[in-house]
């Protein structure tokens, strides 16, 4: 049976900390999916495009690791794909307060054996969010060794617009 994992969110951009945690999951199944969340009641800086895009270039050195879209219930795409693991990253304890109450409602809603995996981010990315970064940058600030460099210019390029 193929292990599959399931890795989503808004990745609005990718940072470093998440591509440690799609690095590691990359390595522990047979298949990982990262999955962009689409959510209309977010304000987002990439289009869904954009952020599929610019994903799949910084994941595009791991073999197993595809990028996808999905809309709706996240059970619902789990239930209908069959993973494995649904893998969450975590960087501090208000993280896990958060996605135990997440992994619990999940647990109820998943009908297969997917089970919530728990990913500690590298303690050097530990502080980083996509909303962090996007600030960082737009003031100018030195975003060096926290995302990619793709991203970054990808950021530079959509604040000159």
């Known amino acids: 049976m193929e292990r599959k994992a ?6 609005d951009p990718v940072t470093n900390g998440h591509l440690n945690i799609i690095e590691r999951a990359a390595k522990m199944y047979d298949s990982l999916t990262v999955a962009i969340a689409i959510n209309p009641n977010k304000t987002e800086f990439f289009t869904v495009e954009e952020r599929v895009e610019i994903t799949r270039e910084v994941t595009k050195h791991i073999p197993n690791v595809n990028v996808i879209t999905f809309d709706g219930l996240l ?5 209908n794909n069959c993973y494995t693991a649904y893998i969450r990253g975590l960087r501090a ?7 135990l109450q997440m992994a619990q409602i999940n647990a109820h809603l998943f009908t297969g054996e997917t089970e ?4 500690m ?3 050097k990315y530990s502080y980083i969010s996509s909303s962090i970064i996007k600030e ?6 030195n975003v060096e060794g926290l995302i990619p460099e793709y991203v970054e210019k990808r950021i530079k390029e959509k604040l000159s617009e």
């Open 75 to 79: 059970a619902d795409h789990v239930n």
């Open 121 to 123: 981010t590298d303690p």
């Open 116 to 119: 919530t995996i728990f990913l």
């Open 136 to 141: 960082v940058v737009s003031l100018g600030g």
């Open 6 to 11: 399931l890795y989503a969110g808004s990745f």
């Open 93 to 99: 304890t208000l993280d896990f307060e958060n996605e």
